[in-house]
Each structure stands twice: as C-alpha cells, then as structure tokens.
C-alpha cells in the first residue's frame, strides 16, 4: 500500500505543475451560462432518457477509497476543468468576443446603421440602413444626385426603388434564385457569412489583433474569399458591434463600411412598407438572378456599346453603370421632370442585361485568372481581346473580343492595361499589364 500512496503523491504533485490558466474571467460567465441553459432545453424537449450505471452511493465511495480508481478519477476530473484552456491555450476570449459579435448581428430582430459605399475615384456614397427581421431592409440615399429610398424583402425577392423628386416607383421581382444563392444585400450577405461561421469547423473569420476605433479599443476578424473581404470589428467588454468593412473582387476597388449599429431598437414598421404612394407613376417588372453565363456578358458588352454609342465599360463592376445611366438620363429625358412609365419600362429593360452579364465577370473564382482590357476600345474592332478567363478546370482560355467573337486560346492575351480581376485585399491592388 505504501507504494500506491507513493504512486498517488507523485501523481499529484505532477498535476500541480500543469501550466493552465485557471483564473476565471466574468467575460466568459453569461456565454457559458446561456450554451449550458440551451443544451439543458434542448435535452429536455427532445425526452431522452439515459440510464445511468445503477450503484449504490456505498459502491462510488468504495471506489474512490482505491487508489488506482482514485488517482484517475482525479485526473479526469483535472482535464475536465482545464480542457478549454488546454484546447484553446490564450485564444479563449477571442472567441468568445467572435461569437458575441456574430450573435448580436445575426440574432437581431431590428437595427439601424450607418452605410458608405466608395467605388475608387469617385466620391463616396453615404447610405442610411434600416434592418427589420427576418429579411426586411431599408436604404436611404442619394441616387444620380436626386434623394431615392430603396425598400426589399430578401425572402420574397420583391424591391421598390422610390424617387421622391419624379414621383417614381420602380417595383421589382427577381426570379430565378438558387436557394443556396446569398443575398446581394450588404446586410443579408454579412448575417449569412457570420450564421455560417458560428457553426464552422474551421472559422474563415480570423483575430487580426486590436485597434482603436472612435475612442474604443476595437478587436478585430477578418475573412477573405474569391468574392471578397469582410472584416468585423467589435466592444471585447460589451459584445456590440463597432464597424464591417467590406472590399469586394473586382476592379477598380469598392468598398462597403457599415458602423454605428444600433441592434434592437424600435422601428416603425412603415418604414418597410412596399406599397408605393398613390401620386408616384409605378414601373413594375422583373430581375432574373439565375447564375449568369458567359453569353450573358458578351450580351451586356453588346448593350453598353449600343447605348454608349460604341464604346466599352472603362471598368468591370458594379458601380460602372451608374455612370453610364447619368448619361442615358440626359440624353433620353433631357429637361423632362417624369419620364413617362413607358420611358421608365424601357430604361429598366435596357439595364437589365448589363447587371447579369457583369455578375457573371465579377463572381468568377480567383483561379479564372480572369482579366478585362476594354476601356477605350470602340465596338467591333477585330482582333482586339477585352476579356479572357479560364473556365472550371481548364488550362485554356476563353478570350472576348471587341467585335464580341469569342475563341479559345491556349495562353492568356498579352494586353498593355489589361487589369486583373482581383480577389480584394485592404493591402493589395489590381494587377495590370
């Protein structure tokens, strides 16, 4: 017996050595408390019976009176208490501070919040956000210099675009959209991408350390894919969110900031209504959001030309258009205060095109190495490539030309100016030949 009482000291002095970090931190307190509350209700709906090992309280004392029982009682016991230090060694009140971000943005029934929204070289646009559970948003903005309110429901897929100074409703339906497909909606995109990551094995959210932001210190996540990149910065004390920056592929650079969140405040649910006013002249008609295919751009390059009067895009991405319907604007209703619906209809059916077919350039993988070459080139020029990628696995390339031909080459077109679709980075910048 001596040598087990031996056996057991060792034992014991060998776990007072362990380096963990035991000190229990208040942060930590009311995360635990609600995952423990939540397993304790779920347990209790689903009426699972365990049946545990039927021994009388004299058989577990006579087991803990044997000191081989005893000692690895004790060290299961040890390694229960110590597993999340010992499983996330200094990196435990990161993910706590994660998962109370996420959960504040996600699990929001209301929020309001600042937007801006910069597309390189051009001035900043400020936009006033509105969030209204489950799928309801709200923006405020200034659109082609005149105020307008966009209103959409991201489960019915219905927007109304309205624009107080003509008096004019746009109302769309999109059709078409994959299940699986995100939403288009900053605020939609951003809900899904962190629903996800809660959940994940392997978080693409990651610390990129703290800094200060109006006066707070601020911690940061950061997560980078083909479409872009999102970077969440939030109070480590009080688990609200400060600040989402979002850069998104493509060239040149735009860039998405939402801050001043305000989450579960009280909002009128008339904010959201999306009936338009009866004096405002409705335009109605549809939005097909099915995954765009490469005809679909060589279509939208076809339209632009025929609008521009021949030229191509000088960019490839979202905003570019917006700049080429402040011309169509001019040119088509001139000193004309409301366009007529019939106009109306006709703009929004020219526009349509264009948005599909860049969709299908900007949300190629980075691996399509894909690059656009049109600014400044006219419409029909032969010979001249304005945009080449490689398709899934292939080692060829899909090239467009100006005269909207397309042909497979074996290597990518050497073009001086050429700019790289490139996957955002807050450090990196398009690639250019």
């Not at 900031?257 to 549809?286: C, H, R, W």
């Not at 109306?344 to 190629?364: C, H, N, T, V, W």
């Not at 419409?379 to 490689?390: A, E, L, M, N, S």
Request: charged fraction near 25%.
């Amino acid at each position: 017996m001596s040598e087990l009482h031996q056996q057991e000291s060792e034992f014991s002095r060998l776990l007072q050595q362990l380096s963990f970090d035991d000190v229990p931190r208040p942060e930590h307190g009311e995360v635990l408390r609600e995952q423990v509350l939540a397993m304790f209700d779920q347990t209790r709906a689903s009426q699972a019976t365990v049946q545990l090992p039927q021994r009388p309280v004299h058989t577990w004392r006579e087991v803990m009176r044997r000191p081989i029982p005893r000692l690895i009682a004790m060290a299961v016991a040890c390694l229960a208490i110590a597993a999340p230090w010992l499983l996330f060694p200094g990196n435990h009140s990161t993910v706590f501070a994660f998962h109370n971000f996420a959960a504040a943005l996600v699990e929001a029934k209301t929020a309001r919040f600042q937007m801006e929204v910069t597309r390189e070289g051009f001035p900043s646009q400020q936009v006033k956000g509105y969030y209204l559970a489950p799928a309801k948003f709200r923006g405020e903005m200034s659109f082609l210099g005149v105020g307008a309110v966009s209103i959409s429901d991201d489960l019915t897929g219905k927007i109304v675009m309205l624009m107080p100074l003509v008096k004019t409703a746009t109302v769309m339906t999109s059709k078409g959209r994959p299940k699986d497909q995100p939403s288009n909606d900053p605020f939609f995109r951003l809900q899904d991408l962190l629903s996800k990551s809660r959940g994940a094995t392997d978080n693409p959210f990651q610390p990129i350390g703290d800094k200060e932001i109006d006066g707070k210190r601020a911690t940061g996540f950061r997560s980078e894919s083909a479409i872009g990149q999102f970077t969440l910065w939030g109070d480590p004390e009080t688990g609200h969110p400060i600040r989402v920056e979002a850069t998104w592929s493509g060239t040149p650079r735009i860039e998405v900031v939402m801050s001043q969140f305000e989450i579960n405040v009280d909002l009128d649910e008339s904010l959201f209504d999306m009936t338009p006013p009866a004096d405002y002249k409705v335009v109605a008609g549809e939005i097909d959001v099915s995954q765009p295919e490469e005809p679909d751009l060589v279509n939208a390059f076809k339209v632009w030309g025929d609008i521009s009067g021949g030229e191509f895009p000088g960019s490839l991405d979202f905003l570019a258009p917006i700049s080429l319907m402040g011309k169509y604007w001019k040119a088509r209703f001139k000193d004309q205060q409301t366009p007529t619906t019939e106009e109306m209809q006709q703009y929004q059916k020219e526009f349509a095109p264009i948005q599909r077919g860049f969709r299908f350039a900007l949300e190629l993988p980075e691996s399509a190495d894909a690059y656009y070459a049109g600014k400044g080139v006219k419409q029909g020029t032969v010979d001249k490539p304005i945009f080449w990628y490689r398709s899934g696995r292939s080692t060829k390339y899909r090239v467009i030309f100006a005269d909207l031909s397309v042909k497979e080459a074996d290597a990518a077109p050497d073009v001086s100016g050429a700019k790289r679709l490139f996957k955002a980075s807050k450090t990196s910048t398009p690639t250019e030949k």
